[in-house]
């Protein structure tokens, strides 16, 4: 896995490690994902405030600075989940589709590995369609299950992918924390 150029082109964009042939997330972020997975009365997470400061932490955890999270996202999150959605939909939220991304979350590094080991002899023969970066005019196509464009996205919703170094390969911002 380690000698996949796919793979390395895009590893520095993405929230994990490589070791051993594996991706994983650092033992701090898995056991804080592993919490948010268990719903509310474990994680304590059910308001937009408590989901951003859980966000906020699993940012640290992956040595991400906080202040590289828009200064606009604690009160965004709060306001959506705590003012704008009414109560009855906020709870259904913390309590059902919360723990379902982070769960999702959890097994982002195994559906990454399985979209890579397929990458090369799946849908096209002789046709590399592994995630990666690709130059400017670089022709190239890649093929991602449905539950990897949700797992990425939970990513995104959860403001997990590193921000440094985007601007040198001229990357937009993909974390959600310019919605607010």
Same mark, same amino acid.
């Not at 797992?151 to 993909?174: D, E, V, W």
């Given at each position: 896995?380690?000698?996949?150029?796919? #793979?390395?082109?895009?590893?520095?964009?993405?929230?994990?490690?490589? @070791?051993?042939?594996?991706?994983?997330?650092?033992?701090?972020?898995?056991?804080?994902? !592993?919490? /948010?997975?268990?719903?509310?009365?474990?994680?304590?997470?059910?308001?937009?405030?408590?989901?951003?400061?859980?966000?906020?932490?699993?940012?640290?955890?992956?040595?991400?600075?906080?202040?590289?999270?828009?200064?606009?996202?604690?009160?965004?999150?709060? /306001?959506?989940?705590?003012?704008?959605?009414?109560?009855?939909?906020?709870?259904?939220?913390?309590?059902?589709?919360?723990?379902?991304?982070?769960?999702?979350?959890? @097994?982002?590094?195994?559906?990454?590995?399985?979209?890579?080991?397929?990458?090369?002899?799946?849908?096209?023969?002789?046709?590399?369609?592994?995630?990666?970066?690709?130059?400017?005019?670089?022709?190239?196509?890649?093929?991602?299950?449905?539950?990897?464009?949700?797992?990425?996205?939970?990513?995104?919703?959860?403001? #997990?992918?590193? !921000?440094?170094?985007?601007?040198?390969?001229? /990357?937009?911002?993909?974390?959600?924390?310019?919605?607010?």
């Amino acid at each position: 896995m380690e000698n996949r150029e796919d #793979l390395k082109s895009i590893l520095p964009f993405l929230p994990f490690s490589l @070791r051993s042939s594996s991706l994983f997330w650092p033992a701090p972020v898995a056991e804080a994902l !592993t919490d /948010l997975s268990k719903g509310p009365n474990h994680s304590k997470i059910d308001s937009g405030e408590g989901l951003f400061i859980a966000i906020s932490d699993i940012r640290n955890s992956l040595s991400f600075h906080s202040f590289s999270i828009d200064t606009s996202a604690s009160q965004g999150f709060a /306001l959506f989940f705590d003012d704008l959605l009414p109560r009855n939909e906020a709870a259904k939220w913390f309590e059902e589709v919360v723990p379902q991304l982070a769960k999702l979350l959890l @097994r982002l590094p195994l559906l990454l590995e399985t979209h890579y080991e397929n990458a090369d002899d799946g849908v096209l023969k002789g046709v590399k369609t592994g995630l990666r970066l690709l130059e400017s005019q670089e022709p190239g196509i890649v093929f991602l299950s449905q539950e990897l464009i949700g797992a990425l996205l939970a990513c995104a919703l959860f403001c #997990l992918f590193p !921000t440094s170094h985007r601007g040198a390969k001229h /990357l937009p911002m993909i974390n959600f924390d310019h919605l607010f």
